[in-house]
């Protein structure tokens, strides 16, 4: 550019000398077109030079407006790819890397809410101390009364029961007088209590049935008889007769079916009450006699556990002790127990037999950690409702006051306590012992869950 404009500026210089030379006559006129072209080159170079001054401006503005038309577009362009990255990375789907199969930790299951605990929890929270304390006794209707003889359910067993919310009553033949009283009895009772309760009797068949001596319902024989045929389904029709007439009359616990195993058939503290000698004979039947009582919707409670098969002496009457060891009571006593627990037994009775060989002194088994929560919770897996055998007996009252055994046997992890010998004074003893921290509420809150979780059964819909 610059050199074009040199090249114009040069011709048009010369063409003014040519001019010059064409048309000069004298000096004076010399020197005036002389100065007439150097002004007029003078403009001319003023023109170019403002010429190229715009053309500089024009130029750069030029370039300006292209460089910023450039940048404008390079930042669209980025902005734009990094759009289509972003787009990009959107549409693949995100690199795993995942464990090894057998490495690979599987996530825990849901634990699922049981329904009947819900119940049962709410229940118990809306308790006072003084009733949770009351049902886990199980008394008759003559100690929770203050009575000689109950035949029927009227004020005072109503008032008793307000008083002291028990968890169970059970009946013997003195309170029976005919199928119509015994029923009215139980449903009044039934309909009085504060809370669901337990209403039981000793049914075993044989000599021993309490509602079957009275005349009232089928005569079934005993099991050491239906153990003799060997038939497991003769012991379940046996279970099924007794729960039927059972819970047609309002019981809905039997104490029954006696588990024991006998050490020889002229033991005489239990006699036809067993179904043999035979451990797994004996289990077949318990299994098959529980299942008959829990198809009419009676409760089953095995006894007398660790197993009084092996014993000369009668609890009723003192200490009765046996020589067996853990081992032998596995090989031979355990194994009815076991199938009663597996049968689906709501109850297992725990004896005042001493097991010195096992416990390391005669502490009742009713009275010992070991044996209840050790070795039936433990060892056999029972879940249910460890009730003690009668704590009337002369091998607890003999060495207890009645407060004190009740106390010891719910430290040992008993959840029921069977007719103290004084119920007044069993029940302040263990209320006490909650309220100075001798036991813990919490701890009477699990024997409660197992007791209500049984009385709900089968009245909470999954």
């Known amino acids: 550019m610059g050199y074009y404009i040199l090249y114009v500026v040069d011709n048009i210089y010369k063409g003014a000398v040519k001019v010059e030379d064409n048309y000069l006559e004298d000096e004076l006129w010399e020197r005036r077109e002389y100065r007439r072209k150097r002004r007029i080159r003078n403009q001319i170079i003023v023109y170019i030079s403002m010429a190229v001054f715009v053309i500089g401006i024009v130029g750069a503005a030029v370039f300006g407006v292209k460089h910023l038309v450039g940048t404008i577009s390079d930042k669209k362009q980025a902005a734009e790819l990094e759009r289509q990255l972003e787009e990009m990375a959107e549409a693949e789907e995100p690199v795993t890397v995942e464990a090894p199969e057998e490495y690979a930790e599987a996530s825990p299951p849901e634990e699922e809410v049981d329904p009947l605990d819900s119940v049962v929890d709410t229940c118990i929270a809306e308790l006072p101390?003084?009733?949770?304390?009351?049902?886990?006794?199980?008394?008759?209707?003559?100690?929770?009364?203050?009575?000689?003889?109950?035949?029927?359910?009227?004020?005072?067993?109503?008032?008793?029961?307000?008083?002291?919310?028990?968890?169970?009553?059970?009946?013997?033949?003195?309170?029976?007088?005919?199928?119509?009283?015994?029923?009215?009895?139980?449903?009044?009772?039934?309909?009085?209590?504060?809370?669901?309760?337990?209403?039981?009797?000793?049914?075993?068949?044989?000599?021993?049935?309490?509602?079957?001596?009275?005349?009232?319902?089928?005569?079934?024989?005993?099991?050491?008889?239906?153990?003799?045929?060997?038939?497991?389904?003769?012991?379940?029709?046996?279970?099924?007769?007794?729960?039927?007439?059972?819970?047609?009359?309002?019981?809905?616990?039997?104490?029954?079916?006696?588990?024991?195993?006998?050490?020889?058939?002229?033991?005489?503290?239990?006699?036809?009450?067993?179904?043999?000698?035979?451990?797994?004979?004996?289990?077949?039947?318990?299994?098959?006699?529980?299942?008959?009582?829990?198809?009419?919707?009676?409760?089953?409670?095995?006894?007398?556990?660790?197993?009084?098969?092996?014993?000369?002496?009668?609890?009723?009457?003192?200490?009765?002790?046996?020589?067996?060891?853990?081992?032998?009571?596995?090989?031979?006593?355990?194994?009815?127990?076991?199938?009663?627990?597996?049968?689906?037994?709501?109850?297992?009775?725990?004896?005042?037999?001493?097991?010195?060989?096992?416990?390391?002194?005669?502490?009742?088994?009713?009275?010992?950690s070991q044996m209840i929560s050790e070795v039936l919770r433990g060892e056999l897996g029972f879940n249910g409702i460890v009730i003690t055998d009668a704590l009337n007996m002369a091998a607890i009252t003999d060495y207890y006051t009645s407060d004190e055994a009740c106390i010891k046997a719910l430290q040992a992890g008993a959840d029921m306590l069977l007719m103290p010998e004084n119920f007044e004074e069993a029940y302040q003893g263990v209320l006490q012992a909650v309220q100075n921290g001798t036991i813990s509420e919490e701890r009477i809150d699990e024997s409660l869950r197992r007791i209500y979780r049984v009385k709900y059964a089968g009245q909470v819909i999954e």
């Open 129 to 368: 101390i003084e009733d949770k304390v009351a049902g886990l006794f199980f008394v008759t209707p003559e100690e929770l009364t203050g009575t000689t003889k109950v035949i029927k359910a009227g004020d005072t067993t109503k008032e008793k029961l307000r008083e002291y919310a028990v968890g169970g009553l059970i009946y013997f033949k003195d309170n029976i007088k005919s199928k119509e009283q015994l029923s009215e009895m139980l449903n009044n009772t039934r309909t009085m209590s504060k809370y669901p309760i337990f209403l039981g009797v000793d049914e075993e068949g044989g000599t021993v049935a309490r509602v079957a001596e009275s005349k009232i319902g089928e005569k079934v024989d005993s099991m050491g008889k239906i153990g003799k045929e060997g038939d497991p389904a003769k012991a379940y029709q046996a279970g099924s007769t007794i729960g039927s007439y059972l819970s047609e009359l309002g019981f809905n616990v039997d104490f029954a079916p006696v588990a024991d195993v006998l050490s020889s058939e002229d033991n005489t503290v239990l006699g036809e009450r067993s179904f043999g000698t035979d451990p797994e004979l004996v289990a077949g039947m318990v299994s098959s006699a529980v299942g008959g009582l829990k198809d009419t919707g009676v409760n089953a409670c095995l006894k007398h556990f660790p197993g009084l098969g092996n014993t000369s002496e009668d609890s009723h009457d003192g200490m009765a002790a046996t020589e067996s060891s853990l081992d032998e009571m596995r090989a031979t006593d355990f194994g009815p127990f076991k199938a009663g627990i597996d049968a689906g037994a709501a109850f297992v009775m725990v004896s005042h037999l001493s097991a010195p060989n096992v416990t390391g002194d005669n502490t009742p088994a009713s009275l010992s």
